[in-house]
């Protein structure tokens, strides 16, 4: 399990900084695709963090919402890079980002159906039975919506947790980008979620781009948190108490001062809105 | 068939050009084209940087008015097939040697190499160097190096470690040799790649090396490739480097 802290993604520009100020940084992150080579200079970084801080591996690329099964070497790959860093924590996404054997680089969309909720618990079971261990699934951010789906995002989320075991990693941010684009309320989205399933809380900055029926909003993780998110945030944590929290900036990488920052409102919010409730661990 | 791979395969088809799948439900209906704009752009600009990051020379060649639409049509005709997206790109090279509007820059093909041939070395395994004293005491007749799993030998039939150099930042201005190059890329002990581009003998001598020869085996055949060749500055130069990884004899 990760600390219920503030952390913050792992990226070679700040080891540097972060190694000479011995960062007060609850765990780090890393995208599991980026550490997939043999060795050299990644995995000599990542193996300097690891050993002085909590890990959470975070894959992008295993498709988990694709038609057919799992890419097996992949998987495989995955497989080695947890045995080697035995991270506290591992998640994926509810998308899917390749077709056939092409990968298409983006966490793509899909309708929620009795069909392909079958086929995302396959995959999660999958997942959790060849890295033995339980992974958390994160909420999309969306641009559309679908005219097949017939369960809604919370529902099928929650269904997905409940035949597989897995737990789910909350992204505040997509939660208001989706429920902003689709004109629907956050608000509502995060009542309806089963919030003890959550394992870890992710924040990130998103773009924005007027549309006639009103603002599109675009997950970038290339900006600062905004402020509804964290409004949105700190309601979280004040219903249930501290919880493991990433802040994302993957695009428009900030110096590691203005990262850290970002973190630490996060991590104050954790000490004021959840300091009554802290469970027990 | 069951509906799913129907729909993926009917959004992948949307996402390369082809018509918007049914279904698709917007806030506002004559939003649907803008909305699923998003999911194009995120494939095409991220796959574009994913390779610009890749081949960094080339980008600087070409410019980036020139890179991004060419990129973009990488992507279309060869995708990558891992998420691994370091590894993606081994077709940049021949596509680029293909591609008419750049059939006057014959060299980019060869840089686009270079810079492939950089990214495997700089992932390639961990493997320790041996201990110095071993090749001190070694018997050239009978000793046979094995090198670091990042040295790669690259032929190349234009001056491309020069042209690579000079795009470097701050990169010195090697000078501009007409001709075929070898290159020689290997990953240091402090993790930096280099490309230093190899004179007859040492190319010869390194052929030999990775070929499993012994070191007189292949002091000779640098000596054969090229007169008063001293074998000892490359055998240094691998040292320094940590790239020999066994002496066997």
């Keep these: 399990m990760l600390p219920a802290l503030a952390g913050v993604g792992f990226k070679p520009d700040h080891f540097a900084a972060i190694r000479k100020d011995a960062a007060d940084v609850g765990f780090f992150e890393i995208h599991a695709e980026n550490y997939m080579g043999e060795g050299g200079l990644p995995h000599a970084q990542l193996a300097a963090i690891r050993s002085d801080y909590p890990l959470s591996i975070h894959g992008v690329g295993l498709s988990i919402g694709g038609a057919r099964g799992l890419d097996a070497d992949h998987l495989e790959r995955l497989r080695r890079l947890c045995d080697r860093y035995e991270p506290d924590s591992f998640s ?13 680089n983006d966490l793509l969309p899909l309708p929620y159906t009795g069909e392909t909720l079958g086929l995302v618990c396959d995959h999660v079971d999958h997942v959790q039975s060849v890295l033995r261990r339980r992974m958390l699934l994160e909420n999309p951010a969306t641009y559309l919506c679908f005219a097949q789906s017939t369960i809604p995002e919370t529902e099928f989320l929650a269904e997905v947790a409940r035949r597989t075991g897995c737990g789910l990693l909350l992204d505040v941010n997509n939660v208001f980008v989706s429920c902003t684009n689709h004109g629907t309320n956050s608000r509502d989205w995060l009542a309806a979620i089963p919030l003890h399933l959550v394992g870890e809380i992710h924040l990130g900055g998103h773009d924005t781009e007027e549309l006639p029926s009103g603002p599109l909003l675009i997950d970038s993780h290339g900006a600062a948190v905004a402020d509804p998110v964290w409004s949105l945030y700190a309601e979280v944590v004040s219903r249930i108490g501290p919880l493991p929290t990433l802040v994302e900036w993957d695009n428009n990488l900030p110096d590691w001062p203005v990262l850290l920052a970002e973190a630490a409102r996060a991590g104050a919010i954790l000490a004021a809105r959840g300091a009554g409730l802290a469970r027990a661990s | 068939m069951p509906a799913h791979p129907d729909f993926v395969f009917g959004f992948d088809a949307a996402l390369r050009g082809g018509a918007l799948p049914t279904g698709l439900i917007a806030r506002d209906m004559t939003e649907v084209e803008r909305r699923f704009a998003v999911y194009r752009n995120n494939v095409a600009v991220s796959l574009s940087e994913a390779l610009a990051a890749r081949f960094p020379v080339i980008r600087r060649l070409v410019g980036e008015a020139f890179f991004t639409p060419l990129a973009r049509l990488y992507a279309e005709t060869d995708r990558p097939r891992t998420p691994v997206l370091a590894e993606w790109g081994a077709g940049f090279a021949g596509f680029l040697e293909g591609f008419p509007p750049l059939a006057a820059y014959p060299y980019l093909a060869d840089v686009a190499r270079i810079e492939f041939a950089r990214g495997r070395a700089f992932h390639a395994a961990d493997a320790p160097p041996v201990a110095p004293e071993i090749l001190a005491v070694a018997d050239p007749e009978r000793i046979r190096l094995m090198l670091h799993p990042s040295v790669i030998l690259l032929r190349l039939r ?18 501009l040799v007409q001709g075929p190059q070898t290159a020689l890329i290997l990953r240091d002990a402090a993790y930096q790649v280099p490309v230093q581009s190899l004179g007859a003998g040492d190319c010869a001598m390194m052929q030999a090396i990775l070929g499993g020869q012994t070191l007189s085996q292949a002091a000779g055949a640098a000596q054969n490739a090229e007169a008063n060749h001293d074998p000892q500055v490359m055998l240094v130069a691998l040292m320094r480097a940590g790239v020999i990884i066994q002496a066997t004899e």
Excluded: D, F, K, T
């Excluded at chain 2, 234009?158 to 000078?175: D, E, F, K, L, S």
């Design chain 2, 158 to 175: 234009h001056p491309a470690v020069a042209i690579w150099a000079r795009n470097q930042p701050g990169g010195a201005a090697m000078p």
């Design chain 1, 92 to 104: 994926e996404h509810l998308a899917w980002s390749s077709h056939g054997a092409e990968y298409l």
